[in-house]
């Protein structure tokens, strides 16, 4: 293993971009599919993954839902997030913050309380197992209607000490964050943290950013490279301390040969900036270390940026401060070990 790939495999990280569905690898997906009796149409899983091709958000987002409908009871979600846990928790994540879209399962009928009873167990079973820490965000789906999102919202509200924020994703055309205004200022009261994605180079995509930052008043976007085009978002961005969750693999289907320019961007301008995996098993299986190292290859990231990011991370994580103080302490304590050796 190179030096950097052993820095990265080393380093203490949090996730904090990162939609379970799009963690549902191949083999676990076959597995599922004959627990519940779901027809797949492929003959393995060599067909499956050779299916896996996309060219922009709507196609890749046709292919992701495909694969959530396999998943039906309580243990399947459960070993959805135990499966992930368990990966990267070898990959040295501490902690993790998931999301989770309940409408892709609510509308086929399956109840909110069997997901988040079975999301919750696989995820107190993989810190014992694994001493991985983890928290859910509930993300609304941003092309169904703003009342769909309001009826899933009141079905989480008796789950709401179980879930720790609210996202907003999938396909942002003609879908802007003001859409959903009134939800997320209700989950704001209800004691929700708040983020949103705002996807790269979407339609109307600085009126979505400015929308989030400023209206909305999130504390996370989710990936958000867009604001890098335009000075009076960036200082709106560094006056509320915003931080943002950038996948480079995402980056890299979005704006292929741009090395990184958005992570590197973000960086160099001094922005809160983590890295991320997104939906690794729809990746060519790439989680976030791999996904570091992308950053390294095209963008030049080295040891002390990743500490930054992992710094960032930790500081980005809505945990309370005792856990916050133990995972800084940990990262401290490798950067110091590691870069003294580097010397
Ligand atoms: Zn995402």
Redesign the pocket.
């Known amino acids: 293993m190179q030096p950097i790939a052993k820095f990265i495999a080393g380093l203490p990280k949090a996730e904090l971009?990162v939609?379970l569905e799009g963690t549902l690898e191949a083999e676990l997906k076959f597995e599922l599919a004959a627990r519940n009796a779901v027809d797949l149409p492929y003959a393995d899983v060599e067909a499956m993954r050779a299916s896996y091709v996309y060219h922009d958000l709507p196609s890749f987002l046709a292919i992701f839902y495909e694969g959530s409908f396999v998943l039906h009871q309580e243990a399947d979600f459960r070993d959805l997030v135990y499966a992930y846990l368990k990966k990267v928790a070898s990959q040295n994540v501490l902690y993790a913050e998931m999301f989770f879209d309940p409408q892709q399962h609510t509308d086929r009928g399956v109840p909110f309380a069997t997901m988040i009873e079975g999301l919750t167990r696989g995820r107190l079973e993989a810190e014992r197992d694994f001493g991985i820490r983890s928290q859910f965000i509930l993300c609304f789906v941003r092309e169904r209607s703003a009342q769909s999102a309001m009826a899933v919202f009141e079905s989480a509200l008796p789950y709401k000490h179980l879930i720790v924020g609210l996202g907003l994703?999938s396909d942002e055309k003609d879908n802007p964050p003001a859409k959903f205004a009134e939800i997320f200022r209700r989950g704001r009261e209800e004691g929700f943290r708040l983020t949103m994605?705002c996807d790269v180079d979407q339609q109307n995509t600085h009126e979505h950013i400015r929308q989030a930052i400023e209206d909305i008043g999130v504390e996370r976007i989710?990936h958000g490279a867009n604001l890098l085009d335009r000075p009076e978002l960036i200082a709106a961005a560094k006056e509320r301390g915003l931080f943002f969750t950038v996948?480079p693999y995402a980056n890299e289907m979005m704006r292929p040969g741009e090395n990184q320019s958005i992570a590197r961007g973000m960086l160099d301008l001094g922005l809160r900036l983590t890295l991320n995996s997104?939906d690794p098993a729809y990746m060519e299986g790439k989680y976030i270390n791999e996904n570091m190292l992308m950053a390294h290859e095209l963008a030049g990231f080295g040891p002390e940026d990743f500490v930054t990011v992992s710094r960032n991370a930790f500081d980005a994580a809505w945990i309370d401060e005792d856990l916050r103080a133990e995972l800084h302490g940990r990262l401290t304590a490798y950067a110091e070990a590691q870069l003294m050796v580097a010397r």
């Open positions: 971009h939609h994703d994605h989710d996948c997104d």
